[in-house]
Nanobody
Framework: VQLVESGGGSVQAGGSLRLSCVAS???????????MAWFRQAPGKEREGVAH??????DYADSVKGRFTASKNNAEMTLYLQLNNMKPEDTAKYYC????????????WGQGTQVTVS
């Protein structure tokens, strides 16, 4: 399983970005069963979970609720993260991750995409 993120960049506070994470998996049938998540890590800080998709449920970190929206397109094998009303504290490297068994263990990670908010 390979995950490739894109869509990062530099924006001003209040702006928006859309991150994508394309998965390379044998078939979309497998992908549809995966639980997926977005994480982020800012310099000098620990990695934190941003959004988690499990079945039909999506959970968000309190810091991004109402501003970020995660979605999963199984046919495209792509995970998205829409970031709206962005704040300087959203500056971080954003990673997508896959949990094949939906047991809380994310065994597959992308290389990350940098988001900078000024």
């Amino acid at each position: 399983v390979q995950l490739v993120e894109s869509g990062g960049g530099s924006v001003q506070a209040g702006g928006s970005l859309r991150l994508s994470c394309v998965a390379s998996i044998a078939s979309d049938a497998f992908y549809s069963s995966y639980c997926m998540a977005w994480f982020r890590q800012a310099p000098g800080k620990e990695r934190e979970g941003v959004a988690h998709i499990s079945g039909g449920r999506t959970d968000y970190a309190d810091s991004v609720k109402g501003r970020f929206t995660a979605s999963k397109n199984n046919a495209e094998m792509t995970l998205y993260l829409q970031l709206n009303n962005m704040k300087p504290e959203d500056t971080a490297k954003y990673y997508c991750a896959a949990d094949r068994l939906c047991n809380g263990i994310f065994g597959y990670w992308g290389q990350g995409t940098q988001v900078t908010v000024s």
